[in-house]
């Protein structure tokens, strides 16, 4: 099956500091990849939908300044938590909309940013 | 209009038994519904989606019952097994798009 793939699974890092995270589809192209966050025990909530080449859509809410979004081809996009703090601790997850098959799309495993 | 609806938020069920989720939504637009089931620490794993154009669908011990006219859709997991211990979510979304509406999760515990 289609796999993605996310770097790094787990990042630790201190307050003011930006981490990058990617996500990568291995054996497909991606014409949309999604990014969520998810705090414990909560859904997955819809931050940005980047488009290969173009700029993210931001959902409401989300700074679009402090969560810099890369699609550079159709196989890589990056989310940079900028100038990171504690309260952007959270589970970060990323999917792979081929959008070829429906509403078909797959998933990282995800990426642990804990800010201390 | 966005919202899926996901209930109960917890469940328990004895090993054997029939776990059922249910999920509602209000956008008749939306034309895809997937349910993932996700562990702890790891992404959510895409069990089984269907159409609005069937009203069943049934993959092993997993089946999506989807009643389009009450705009609600449901998960059974039959002889359920400690190893499906984990949250399920229900989404939604217009197909064309790929963006997806989630459940708010449904944490199931089987016990043995």
């Known amino acids: 099956g289609a796999v993605v793939s996310q770097h790094p699974s787990r990042v630790i890092c201190k307050s003011g500091t930006s981490v990058k995270i990617e996500c990568r589809s291995l054996d497909f192209q991606a014409t949309t990849m999604f990014w969520y966050r998810q705090f414990p025990k909560q859904s997955l909530m819809l931050m940005a939908t980047?488009?290969?080449?173009?700029?993210?859509?931001?959902e409401q809410g989300v700074e679009k300044d402090k969560f810099l979004i890369n699609h550079a081809s159709l196989t890589l996009s990056t989310l940079t938590v900028t100038s990171a703090h504690p309260e952007d601790s959270s589970f970060y997850i990323c999917?792979?909309?081929?959008?070829?098959?429906?509403?078909?799309?797959?998933f990282g495993p995800g990426t642990r940013l804990t800010v201390l | 209009q966005q919202q899926v609806k996901q209930s109960p938020q917890s469940l328990i069920v004895q090993k054997g038994g029939i776990s059922i989720i249910n999920c509602a939504y209000e956008n008749t637009a939306f034309d895809y519904f997937p349910w993932y089931q996700q562990f702890p620490g790891k992404g959510p794993a895409l069990l089984i989606a269907i159409r609005p154009d069937v009203s069943e669908k049934k993959e092993g011990r997993f089946t999506i019952s989807f009643n389009k006219s009450a705009k609600q859709f449901s998960l059974h997991i039959m002889d359920s097994q400690p190893g499906d211990s984990a949250t399920y979510f229900c989404a939604a979304s217009m197909g064309n798009t790929g963006k997806l509406i989630f459940g708010q999760g449904t944490t199931l515990q089987v016990k043995p």
């Open positions: 999917s792979a909309f081929p959008g070829t098959s429906g509403g078909l799309q797959y």
């Open positions: 980047s488009n290969e080449g173009s700029k993210a859509t931001y």
